[in-house]
Nanobody
Framework: QVQLVESGGGLVQAGGSLRLSCAAS????????MGWFRHAPGKEREFVAV????????SDADSVKGRFTISRDNAKNTVSLQMNSLNPEDMAVYYC?????????????????WGQGTQVTVSS
């Protein structure tokens, strides 16, 4: 069982930055692939970025490539999402998720555990 708690969301002006964090419970954090997803009103949940258990492999969505960076600290059981050059299209509730460490999953169905989400609001 893994419990995930996101933090770091808030209100930012377009062009600004935020850093989201996700704290995980348990002693086997490094065995999980960790992903970030977002869900905006009226839209489907969208894959943002993923990192494998060791942190050596990452992938991110074309919509955030070059602006967002996923990272993890297995000693602290945390995964982070650094978001730069934010624009109103990035506004959503952001979720972190944990899945078995056997692939860089972009599909939400591959993730077993989810956090409660943190709101990111971008003003134009």
């Amino acid at each position: 069982q893994v419990q995930l708690v996101e933090s770091g969301g808030g209100l930012v002006q377009a062009g600004g930055s935020l850093r989201l964090s996700c704290a995980a419970s348990g002693r086997t954090f490094s065995r999980y692939t960790m992903g970030w997803f977002r869900h905006a009103p009226g839209k489907e949940r969208e894959f943002v970025a993923v990192i494998n258990g060791s942190g050596g492999r990452i992938s991110d969505a074309d919509s955030v490539k070059g602006r967002f960076t996923i990272s993890r600290d297995n000693a602290k059981n945390t995964v982070s999402l650094q978001m730069n050059s934010l624009n109103p299209e990035d506004m959503a509730v952001y979720y972190c998720a944990a899945g078995g460490d056997y692939g860089l999953f972009v599909a939400a169905r591959e993730y077993e555990y989810w956090g409660q989400g943190t709101q990111v609001t971008v003003s134009s």
